[in-house]
């Protein structure tokens, strides 16, 4: 069993950055992929971003390449996501999953763990 708690979500002006996290609970942690998903209201939950149990792989949607970063920090049992140049575009829950034996970590139905999720809010 895995549990997962988001934090770090705010409001922040367009362009400007913040940082994520997603902090696991459990030994097996480390063998855990964990992907980053967002959901704006009234619209399904789409994936963002993901990174492999040790670190070594990471995927980004298109929208996120070169703005957003997804690092992980094992003996921490964190998951980070830098999400800088935001746009109006980006406001949603945001929210981290965890999963393993997955044939891809673009779905949302192949994680098995879920946190409570994060608000991210984009002012002008």
């Known amino acids: 069993q895995v549990q997962l708690v988001e934090s770090g979500g705010g409001m922040v002006q367009a362009g400007g950055s913040l940082r994520l996290s997603c902090v696991g609970s459990g030994r097996t942690f480390r063998n855990y992929a964990v992907g980053w998903f967002r959901q704006a209201p009234g619209q399904e939950r789409v994936f963002v971003a993901a990174?492999?149990?040790?670190?070594?792989?990471?995927y980004y949607a298109e929208s996120v390449k070169g703005r957003f970063t997804i690092s992980r920090d094992n003996a921490k049992a964190t998951v980070y996501l830098q999400m800088n140049s935001l746009k109006f575009e980006d406001a949603a829950d945001y929210y981290c999953?965890?999963?393993?034996?997955?044939?891809?970590?673009?779905?949302?139905?192949?994680?098995?763990?879920w946190g409570q999720g994060t608000q991210v809010t984009v002012s002008s």
């Open positions: 999953a965890g999963g393993n034996r997955m044939s891809t970590v673009l779905d949302v139905a192949q994680y098995d763990y």
């Open positions: 990174i492999s149990g040790s670190g070594a792989a990471t």
